[in-house]
């Protein structure tokens, strides 16, 4: 297996103040566990380009584009000068750069594997994406990485049919915002409910067979986890045949994180990613892109990230 990780130090350059969450500390977590876990040099390391604001624009609109460009403060302003979005997603000065490689590396990723360069990949990024709409950011994302990568995947490569798994604690409101009426594109996802962003139930997307959510209550372990993923995204999945898949890998549903309230540890986002690699190896000639969501206990996340990056290098 050939699995790479693309980063870029742009990404660390973004935050939104000491007191959030969404920090550059959640980067240097994972490095650190990639390190002392020895298997960083199974690994290619890559750089993440800047995305083209073309791409961009297949999901978001010019409104929600300039919203980031425009309202970054300039080279020079205050270490502590922000722009609020909204009450908990922010922009400084080195925004706009991190959200273009955040894209970037995303598509970057699609390339290389969809040209049999990698089998699969995974985005060490930030900010991350799946909460952004088309419309506007919000959530902590500011543009949506995996839904600008499925339609490079679905426009550029012309593939006809693409999946998106999203296990993070929160339901992927943009994602699925992006893709409800999109037959091309397959969502599947758990989430913990009733919770941020109170998304995912009811409305437009239960009539749509595209999209597969499970909503399910605080404190959910691993056990009830793997039996919704056996029984209702497994089945959806295969009979979906997704000639390329896509991760949300969010790893806020850890026991140990305090953004949410679920109960899974680092064997079971390792079993997750196995079996989306089952169904990969199935149908998608093995290809996936996985892009880091939330995951806001730095030692949770790291452990939790090496565990996903050893099940998909097969180096367990």
């Known amino acids: 297996m050939t699995t790479a990780i693309y980063c870029h130090t742009d990404c660390l350059a973004h935050e939104m103040g000491g007191w ?13 566990q990639l390190i002392a876990s020895r298997i960083d040099s199974f690994i290619d390391h890559r750089e993440a380009p800047l995305a083209d604001v073309g791409a961009i624009a297949r999901v978001h609109d010019q409104d929600a584009i300039a919203r980031v460009r425009d309202n970054v403060p300039p080279p020079g302003s205050p270490a502590d000068a922000y722009y609020p979005i909204d009450g908990d997603t922010l922009l400084n000065a080195h925004s706009w750069k991190a959200a273009l490689r955040a894209a970037g590396a995303a598509i970057a990723a699609t390339d290389a ?4 360069d990698l089998d699969n990949a995974f985005c060490a990024v930030r900010p991350p994406g799946h909460h952004a709409r088309p419309s506007e950011p919000m959530g902590f994302c500011l543009f949506n990485n995996v839904a600008i990568a499925v339609r ?9 049919r ?18 409800v009426y999109e037959p091309r594109v397959m969502m599947a996802s758990f989430f913990q409910h009733p919770f941020y962003p109170y998304s995912g139930v009811g409305g437009e997307s239960q009539f749509n067979p595209n999209m597969v959510n499970v909503p399910v209550a605080a404190y959910t372990g691993g056990e009830k986890v793997r039996q ?9 999945l295969r009979a979906f045949r997704p000639q390329m898949i896509f991760i949300s890998a969010g790893f806020d549903a850890h026991r140990e994180d305090d953004m949410g309230q679920m109960g899974l540890v680092e064997a079971d986002y390792a079993w997750i990613t196995r079996q989306i690699m089952a169904v990969a190896k199935e149908h998608a000639e093995g290809r996936i892109v996985s892009c880091l969501e939330g995951g806001y206990n730095l030692s949770a996340l790291g452990r939790s990230v090496v565990a996903h990056l050893k099940a998909l ?4």
């Not at 594997?113 to 049999?116: N, P, R, S």
């Not at 919704?228 to 959806?236: D, M, R, S």
Request: glycine letters at 6%; proline letters at 5%.
């Open 162 to 179: 693409v999946a998106i798994v999203d296990f993070d604690v929160h339901h992927g409101n943009g994602t699925e915002e992006a893709f």
């Open 113 to 116: 594997v969809i040209a049999g």
């Open 313 to 316: 290098a097969e180096l367990e």
């Open 152 to 160: 490079h995947a679905l426009e550029v490569h012309r593939l006809e």
């Open 20 to 32: 959030h969450p969404e920090s550059p500390a959640r980067l240097q977590a994972i490095e650190d």
């Open 228 to 236: 919704l993923v056996t029984e209702l995204w497994l089945p959806a």
